[in-house]
């Protein structure tokens, strides 16, 4: 056995195994006060009184904070609509909506106080199903929408008016009425999935402090210049009086993107006029944000030879009370669903709907679960009925590189058929390896749009001593960025991983970038990186020339400083030469737009992430249960940086599809969520992981990035779902449309099926 170098360890994981990281709950501040909020216990109502002066006369109790508070300021907010108060006004919309906080000394103490609280609500008739909420007589959540365009998205959302649909998205090529009366066969199925929650392993916590020189918010958000700029508008303060820091972050998922509690952290300190730190419970977690579930039916004509015709999707997502990012959820669910097939005609309908219920955002491949597990269960049903096999079938009908999704989406840049063929020749390896086991085998395909803007920068600092800092705004949710980061720097540079540091995100040193999420982070900071290190060389090369006499053309960056010819010169002797004293750096900001690389990365998407799965399932018919046994998972990633990095990321994304594939659902009864706590709520766990798992990434160093390499981490919780669904009905005659694939659910199609 070998131990890796300290180079080739990632950064931050002494910290971690030690304590010595810091998150946001670590933060103690002079004068700092705990804070804790009282939800709604009704899904729907008007806010008749609240009686707050019992809390107030509490020993320890320093303010509370109501909507009442809220005169003055611009306490509505939204990402796609403006539809969002701080905290609830004169009305609530769903279970567990903040309602009131307490400041208090300790969280005992502030905990306590929240009983004293006196509320009368007047109740509402409510809605917790997406399709009932779009019918006629369905109580309206929102009495308008006010649109945001390009707020923080590019585009705006499109509400229908005097409806709870606050995203209608249509597309259209070709002509699909046609082709389905041309079609040998038109196939119809309805596919439903259920609302899942991020289940991160560190809870939603802000500390928020207001003085002198304005707002700063240590924030869990995936986004602080997204939580900048919500907190400047909101308390009408320049962007450059408003400071977010990001230490690490524990797990985000999307369910920390853009902006979530930091406005209701910074609103209870702006009243108390000293620190406060909210940190939630899990269980207020499952009451702030969780992925949108869809109902989605699709309709495809096909030829007896298998050979696709034309198709139509139509999407229902249930967005619950606030419309968060659930436009582009909505917009995103439509493209997935295409999968990596031609398609001459196709028609797309996405619609999002306001319920009483948790807010709905952004999760992992925003509206790629959904829509993957419609699309691959519906392939192997059309081969199934057409008597061909589900893979050839899926071969006949696939996009070659460079073929197009749509016309107008950049062409797909990877070969899902290698993709899909690794996938198969590794199970067909791990079975010759484990004959005897009776298991059934499935495929699925995930292809998705990262909705990506390319807009990104960051700083490079090469000190007079040969190291290096980067300074940016990505954050670490444990995907490792920092590592990667580190070693992009490191490589550009010509310097060793350990001279490189990656400083804590804080908007009022790094550059601006538009968040960490969409498997953007080491793209498109590595775009920067690369920007930026050539700006270190030309100035280290015009250094050089000055100083050693030289043309700037024969100068080269080396380990520890520049080389010129067969004279090695150290950026210590370099720089003291230069500035004439021994002190001083050289500073490069890196920036990447639209309009960088020849605008070659306006078109939409920046690249395609993609993913093939194949699992062997074993089936308890006695008690429904499902087992995967083996998995096999593929992404093109174009390049890998670093491989244990990139192969947790891979299999993490594939295991939280097991989630909502096998148990995980966030269900409602009577308006109420039932079982939101960690307790009732079920997540994989260690002995659910396949026994047998492979990773294989493609580098064929294609992509957009440094050295070829493409964003990644998102797309293997695309086939999961959908593979299984389609082991079972491959081994066992069951098709169940319905997630997750509960013991109870499969049992009974199993009987169902014995029945007929």
Not at 189 to 197: G, I, T
Request: charged fraction near 25%; proline fraction near 6%; hydrophobic fraction near 45%.
């Amino acid at each position: 056995m070998t131990t890796e170098s300290s180079d080739a360890v990632r950064s931050d994981f002494f910290e971690k195994v030690t304590g010595r990281a810091e998150f946001i709950s670590d933060l103690t501040l002079p004068g700092m006060l705990q804070g804790r909020v009282l939800r709604s216990p009704i899904p729907h109502g008007f806010i008749k009184s609240i009686d707050v002066s019992a809390a107030l006369e509490m020993e320890g109790v320093v303010t509370v904070l109501t909507g009442a508070d809220l005169v003055g300021l611009d306490a509505n907010w939204g990402l796609f609509l403006k539809d969002r108060p701080v905290i609830a006004v004169d009305r609530v919309r769903y279970v567990g909506e903040p309602v009131a906080m307490v400041a208090a000394i300790d969280e005992r103490t502030a905990e306590e106080a929240l009983e004293l609280i006196q509320i009368d609500y007047e109740p509402l008739p409510f809605v917790t199903d997406a399709s009932e909420a779009m019918g006629k007589d369905a109580p309206l959540l929102h009495d308008e929408h006010r649109t945001l365009k390009d707020f923080y998205f590019k585009g705006e959302a499109k509400p229908v008016p005097g409806t709870n649909i606050y995203q209608n998205y249509r597309y259209e090529h070709g002509d699909v009425e046609k082709a389905f009366v041309e079609a040998d066969r038109c196939f119809e199925d309805e596919f439903d999935f259920p609302m899942v929650f991020h289940y991160a392993m560190e809870p939603h916590c802000v500390v928020a402090s207001f003085g002198e020189d304005g707002l700063t918010v240590w924030s869990c958000g995936q986004s602080p210049t997204a939580v900048q700029k919500v907190l400047a508008r909101i308390f009408n303060l320049p962007l450059a009086r408003v400071r977010v820091l990001s230490p690490y972050v524990g797990g985000g998922f999307g369910g920390k993107a853009s902006v979530k509690i930091d406005p209701l952290v910074a609103a209870l300190a702006w009243k108390a006029r000293r620190p406060v730190r909210v940190c939630l419970s899990i269980s207020e977690s499952m009451l702030t944000a969780r992925r949108l579930s869809a109902r989605v039916s699709i309709k495809t004509a096909v030829r007896n030879d298998g050979t696709l015709l034309g198709k139509s999707v139509r999407v229902i997502m249930n967005g619950g009370a606030y419309a968060d990012t659930g436009p582009a959820v909505a917009i995103k669910a439509a493209n997935r669903a295409i999968g990596p097939y031609h398609f001459p005609n196709l028609r797309l309908e996405s619609l999002a709907v306001y319920t009483n219920t948790v807010p709905g955002a952004a999760f992992r491949s925003i509206g790629g679960p959904q829509a993957v597990w419609a699309t691959e269960s519906q392939m192997d049903i059309i081969a199934t009925t057409l008597g061909l096999d589900p893979v050839e079938f899926r071969y006949h009908n696939m996009l070659k590189r460079g073929e197009h999704v749509r016309p107008d989406l950049r062409p797909i840049d990877v070969d899902m058929a290698e993709a899909m063929g690794l996938a198969s020749q590794a199970m067909s390896r791990l079975e010759a390896g484990a004959p005897g086991l009776r298991l059934s085998n499935g495929t699925a395909l995930g292809v998705s749009d990262p909705g990506i803007l390319p807009v990104a920068s960051l700083m490079l600092r090469l000190k007079i001593d040969g190291s290096v800092l980067v300074v940016c705004n990505s954050v670490e949710i444990g995907q490792g960025v920092r590592e990667v980061l580190r070693r992009l720097a490191a490589e550009h540079l010509h310097q060793k991983p350990s001279a490189v540091s990656v400083l804590t995100p804080d908007t009022a040193t790094a550059p601006f970038d538009w968040g960490t999420g969409a498997s953007r982070s080491s793209l498109m900071m590595g775009m920067a990186i690369e920007d930026a290190a050539r700006d270190i060389r030309r100035q280290l090369c015009e250094v050089a020339a000055i100083v050693l006499g030289v043309d700037p053309s024969t100068v080269d960056l080396r380990d520890g400083g520049v080389v010129a010819g067969d004279r090695f010169v150290t950026f210590m002797e370099l720089l003291h030469a230069y500035y004439g004293i021994d002190s001083g750096e050289i500073v490069a900001i890196g920036r990447i737009s639209p309009h960088s690389r020849d605008g070659n990365l306006a078109l939409a998407p920046l690249f395609w992430e993609t993913a093939a799965g194949r699992c062997a399932v074993e089936l308890d018919e006695d008690t429904g249960e499902i087992r995967v046994r083996r998995y096999v998972s593929v992404a093109d990633i174009g390049r890998v940086v670093n491989r244990a990095g990139a192969e947790g990321q891979d299999e993490g994304a594939a295991i939280m599809g097991l989630g909502h594939a096998l148990s995980e659902e966030l269900l409602y009864s009577d308006g109420q969520p039932i079982n939101a706590t960690m307790i009732d709520y079920h997540v994989p766990t260690i002995d659910e992981v396949p026994d047998v798992f492979a990773t294989i990434l493609i580098e064929n160093r294609d992509g957009p990035g440094p050295g070829g390499m493409r964003g990644m981490g998102e797309g293997a919780i695309l086939p999961m779902a959908p593979a299984i669904a389609n082991a079972l009905a491959a081994g066992f005659g069951i098709r169940v449309r319905e997630l997750p694939l509960t013991p109870e659910r499969v049992w009974r199609a199993l009987q169902a099926k014995k029945g007929a």
